[in-house]
């Protein structure tokens, strides 16, 4: 009984970190129509910056240390959408394929600067404990994950559905002609919510820290999973990265538990079956 | 209206998109032989009544008849292999090839052919010499081998033409054969439909009357998804329906 | 078309060249070169069926390109002769490529990279999580090449023979696909899938047909790749394998035959001449990546003839032609 409630905590952990992730790649998607091969690297990369900040030379601040990854990644993430995404402008199969290159240049450099060793942060000291509730121990940490997940979930929600960055998302999302006909500069949206995806990703990949490490490869461990979330909830749909976040973070841990061998492709079969039943998502529109 | 005798039947075809009804309890009778003009104002649901027959979209209700037999359920894919062919207003061929094998696709998408991956295409004779027959029709022998990006606006209308002919076609349907024309290539393509022979049963849309009149046995006026008038080229014409609905604007 | 249209003999000095080339190589790590260029090459050619003339392109392949290895493998390790295990191997990828197919023609463009990606990723989780089946990280050896009609294949120099002999019969497998009627519907669904439809043509079959064919000769490739390395680890299916099989499609230039030969050698050549020196074959794979995309879209052969002209009437002070006529 206290391992499977164990387990749904640490499920509901990971999902809010793969909602973080995948909030990101979602929007991205959604807007500029092209998968973000190197989201798994921003999540790594904002990772390393984290542990980076939080070693005892520099000992910065948790929270701290989540921000200042997050705004670095930001402007890099503008950075390659303005100077080289920008340039293959509407040539999606080109933008990917670049996306594809930057992650392994990506991976290359973290792997000189960072080593092959694994990095783990120790839990900051104010989260540590747990809280006990009926007999059953709860990890002050994991909570918190949720808990910032939460919360990030519902600002995002707010800006897209109640402010007028939020529109412009929405009607760049529907229709991008239209909506540079009716006045809006997509391009630097564009660049916006790039850096904004990044951000994100770099946010969770510095909470995540302590719990996953940071290791070389955890960004193409990230991607798929971030690939899948979008695949099953549907593209440019917050929900549907919100409730495939959770799903697939249950589905890891459980299917962790209970056929090790099997869990990471586990963790395909329900996109397999929305892909063969609802090409376009559980949350996603049909796009005409 | 007994199935059998009609080359092409639509009978009380109805699509929506949304809220939006493009295509309200249609009903046509195409005799074989006949040369139907459809007509309406941009918007009437033309190209959607064509797309609905072709099979490129589904209907919500209603059926389509060719020859005599309900094609409602059959696969767009398949219907050109039952005596179906079609052109496209918006032209759309195959911009890297040549005209001549642009034609050559028309031939070799009815040939059991397109399956081999190891003979050589231009060395069958037969579909090459089809496919230059079928550019003699349309006048277009002397640039066979031209590169479809170099050829202008009017031969390409022309290869649109010709892949539908190639096809052999009982019916055929010309998605507004004239537009974007200028004066002299609309002549060439009307003298080409009028030498069609007859035992090719022929559909055709154009939103501009004039143009097409003289080619009309049958005209259909279709507006904002229905049909409003239906009957022979003067019968129409003398109609004050299709005073108000199309020749008023 | 490009290689049909070469003179006859420039094709049979190369062909000649090739043949002889361990006689004047000699050094059996460059024959060793030699065979890793032309396996990939049969990879490459394998993958440019569809993202050249199907205008599909899979992130999937080093799924079955492994796939097709660890089956070999895993049926040699269990005691199984090598035309059990090959014949095996094929049909297993075969197999896997009809449902990589079908899964991800529900799609064409980015979903169908998209698919394509995950599907490979599943196949790399199998081999890597999977110990039971695949002993994970650690892999699987091969500890024997086969013996064609009692001929061993374990010298440099035979190995090269044998592969150069697949090479050979794929290269002309897909000269004959390319002029061929199903080379052309292929091409027609790539370029007007709705015009195909409308003409008749089963696009959706074309395009699986196309990759299975695809899928055959990937698994020829992950064959050659085993015997060639007699090791396969779960690294084989990752994401980079995918990568670099795309790099060499689209380096030689996309949808000719010559392309994706001319791809293999350069990136085999690279890759090993980068590992000679520094550990950063990874940052050289990401670096040229992004310099072909952004600066040679149309590959490196005919990118660099285009840079060249560039340059050469910006010397001599000519203002540059601001667009090549498109072709």
Known sequence: MTLWLTLAVNSIALGGLLFLLSAGFSLIFGLMRIPNLMHGSFFMLGAYFGVTLLDNRIGMNFWAAALVSALAMAVIGGLVERFLLRRLNGQELPQVLLTLGLSFIIADVCL???????????????????????GVYFPYFRLVIVLVAVVIAVALWLMVDWTRLGAMIRAGVDDAPIARVVGIKVSQLFTLVFALGAALAAFGGVIGAPYLSVYPGLDAEM???????????????????????????????????????????????PMLLVLVLRPQGLFGRVMT | ????????????????????????????????????????????????????????????????????NDITKVASRKRPHLGMARTYQIITLFGRDT???????????????????????????????????????????????????????????????AMALAQN????????????????????????????????????????????????????????????????????????????????H | MSWMNAPRWATGV???????????????????????????????LALNVLVGYGGLVSLGHAGLFAMAGYAGALM??????????????????????????????????????????????????????????????????????????GISLASADNFYFATLLVFLVALITMALFVRSPFGASLRGTRDQARRMNALGYNVWLIRLVAFLFSGFWTGVAGLLFIYYNQFISPQVAALQTSAEALLMVISGGT?????????????????????????????VLGVIFVAIITFMPEGLVPGSVRLWKLAWRAMRGRPAKAAEPSA
Request: net charge negative; glycine share 10%; charged share 15%.
């Open chain 2, 1 to 68: 209206m007994s199935a059998q005798q009609t080359a092409l039947g639509v009978n009380a075809l109805c699509k929506s998109f949304g809220g939006l009804r493009v295509t309200a309890n249609v009903n046509l009778a195409v005799e074989p032989g006949e040369r139907r003009l459809i007509i309406g104002p941009n918007g009437a649901g033309k190209t959607t009544l064509f797309n609905l027959i072709t099979g490129e979209l589904t209907p919500d209700s209603g059926s389509v008849t060719l020859l005599g």
């Open chain 1, 112 to 134: 000189m600067i960072w080593t092959g060793d694994p990095w783990q942060p120790p839990t900051p000291d104010h989260l540590r404990g747990v809280l006990q509730v009926a």
């Open chain 2, 169 to 248: 076609p009982k019916v055929l349907l010309l998605d507004e054969p004239y537009a974007g024309l200028s004066i002299d290539e609309r002549r060439d393509v009307q003298k080409l439909i009028a030498g069609i022979p007859r035992d090719v049963t022929i559909v055709m849309i154009e939103h501009n009357m004039d143009v097409a009149l003289e080619f009309a046995e049958r005209i259909t006026l279709l507006h904002f998804g229905e049909v409003i008038v239906e009957g022979t080229r003067s019968e129409v014409v003398a109609d004050p329906r299709t005073r108000e609905v199309y020749l008023g």
């Open chain 1, 223 to 269: 991607l798929p999973l971030a690939l899948i979330v979008v695949i099953l909830g549907g593209t440019g749909s917050l929900l549907g990265a919100l409730v495939g976040s959770f799903l697939i973070g249950f589905l890891y841990n459980f299917g962790q538990a209970m056929f090790p061998d099997l869990a990471y492709v586990i963790l395909f079969l």
């Open chain 3, 14 to 44: 190369a062909i000649a060249l090739l043949i002889t080339l361990p006689f004047w190589v000699g050094n059996p790590y460059y024959i060793n070169v030699a065979s890793q260029i032309l396996l990939f090459a049969v990879f490459a």
């Open chain 3, 76 to 149: 040699l390790d269990a005691g199984h002769g090598h035309l059990a295990a090959d014949l095996t191997a094929i049909a297993v990828t075969v197999l896997a490529s009809a449902v990589f197919g079908v899964l991800a023609l529900r799609s064409t463009g980015i979903g169908f990279l998209m698919i394509t990606l995950a599907l490979g990723q599943i196949v790399w989780g199998i081999a890597y999580r999977w110990q039971s089946l695949t002993n994970g990280d650690n892999g699987v050896n091969v500890t024997t090449r086969p013996a064609p009609f």
């Open chain 2, 99 to 161: 005209i001549m094998r642009n034609v050559t696709l028309a031939l070799l998408g009815l040939s059991q052919l397109r399956w081999n991956p190891f003979i050589d295409l231009e060395q069958e004779h037969h579909l090459v010499e089809a496919a230059s027959a079928a550019l003699a029709r349309v006048g277009l022998s002397h640039i066979a081998e031209r590169p479809l990006s170099q050829t202008s606006y009017g031969e390409r209308r022309r290869v649109e033409i």
């Open chain 3, 255 to 283: 949808a000719t035959l010559l392309g994706p030969i001319a791809g293999a050698a350069i990136v085999v050549i690279m890759k090993n001449v980068v590992s000679a020196y520094v550990e950063r074959w990874n940052l």
